[in-house]
C-alpha cells in the first residue's frame, strides 16, 4: 500500500509515531525517523530494518530544520508523505500555565508542523504523491478544561490543515490531520489511575486507544486509497463524549 514511498515523521521513537513507522514499513515504505533524540532514534531504526533512517535534529530550530530538508533533498530527492505527530502537552488551568508553556507548545505543536510543511511540499515533486497527515486531537476541536494552551495549538494546527489542503491542492498535494481522543501512550504519564477512569467513563467504546489503531488511520491517509481526501479532520476518539 506504501510501497516505495518515502515519508518522514516526526517524534517517531515512541507512541503514535514510533507505532506509524512500524505500519508504514510494513505497508513498504522508507521511512525518515524525525526527533531529538538521537540514541533512542537510532535505536528504533535499527530495529526496523533498512527502510528506517534516523534524523536527529531540533524540530523547533528553524535553522537545524532546514538542513534537515536540505539533507533530504540532497541523498535522496523527494518526499511522498509527511507526519506532523511530535508533539507536548502541558496540563494546567490558565491561571496556572506560563506563557513560557504556552510559547513551548505552540513553538513545537503548530509553528514547527508549519515550517516542516512548507519545506516537505517543495519536495513532493510527483504527481499525486504528496500526503500530509497533522496530528491534532479531539481537545483542539472541542476544548478541555485544564488545556487551554494545548487546545490552541492544536486548534490553530487544524486551521493550517484546512486552510494548506485549500493552497496545496493545485500541486496535488492532500492534507489531512487525525484528530485522537485518549489513546495510550506516554503524553499522558503524569494522569492519575482517578483521572484516567474519569476519561474513560466519557469514551462510548469504554477503554483508550492504541497508538497502533491511530497508525492504521495516518497509513490509510498516506496511501494511494486516500486520493481524493483533502482538508479534513478525522477523529479517532472511540465515540468520546468531551
Ligand atoms: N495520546 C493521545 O491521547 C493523543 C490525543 C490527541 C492527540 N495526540 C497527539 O498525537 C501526537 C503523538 O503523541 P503521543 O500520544 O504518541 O505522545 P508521546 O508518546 O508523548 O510522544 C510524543 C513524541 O513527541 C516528541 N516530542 C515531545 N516534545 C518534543 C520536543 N520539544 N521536541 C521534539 N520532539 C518532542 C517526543 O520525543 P521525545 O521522546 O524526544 O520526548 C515523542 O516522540 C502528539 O502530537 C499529540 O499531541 C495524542
Do not use: W
Request: charged share 15%; proline share 2%.
Amino acid at each position: 500500500m506504501l510501497q516505495d514511498k518515502v515519508i518522514l515523521i516526526t517524534g517517531a521513537n515512541r507512541g503514535i509515531g514510533l507505532a506509524t513507522a512500524q505500519v508504514c514499513i510494513a505497508l513498504g515504505a522508507t521511512v525518515l525517523l524525525a526527533g531529538r533524540n538521537e540514541v533512542q532514534l537510532e535505536l528504533v531504526a535499527e530495529q526496523l530494518g533498512e527502510r528506517a533512517i534516523a534524523m536527529c535534529y531540533d524540530l523547533t530550530d528553524e535553522t537545524q530544520v532546514k538542513q534537515a530538508f536540505a539533507h533530504i533533498k540532497q541523498h535522496i530527492g523527494h518526499l511522498d508523505g509527511l507526519v506532523n505527530n511530535a508533539g507536548m502537552m502541558h496540563n494546567a488551568p490558565a491561571a496556572m500555565t506560563s506563557l513560557d508553556s504556552l510559547q513551548q507548545q505552540l513553538t513545537l505543536n503548530t509553528v514547527a508542523a508549519f515550517q516542516h510543511i512548507q519545506l516537505a511540499s517543495r519536495l513532493m515533486r510527483k504527481p499525486g504523491c504528496g500526503r500530509v497527515v497533522n496530528l491534532c486531537s479531539i481537545v483542539g476541536e472541542r476544548g478541555a478544561a485544564g488545556q487551554s494552551a494545548y487546545a490552541a495549538s492544536k486548534a490553530a494546527l487544524t486551521g493550517i490543515t484546512k486552510s494548506l489542503a485549500k493552497e496545496l491542492a493545485a500541486q496535488q498535494i492532500c492534507v489531512n490531520a487525525v484528530a485522537p481522543g485518549f489513546i495510550d501512550t506516554e503524553l499522558h504519564s503524569d494522569f492519575s489511575d482517578k483521572q484516567r477512569e474519569n476519561i474513560i467513563n466519557t469514551v462510548g467504546l469504554g477503554r483508550m486507544g492504541t497508538p497502533r489503531e491511530v497508525a492504521d488511520l495516518i497509513s490509510f491517509l498516506l496511501s494511494d486509497h486516500a486520493a481524493y481526501i483533502t482538508g479534513q479532520i478525522i477523529g479517532i476518539d472511540g465515540g468520546m463524549q468531551l
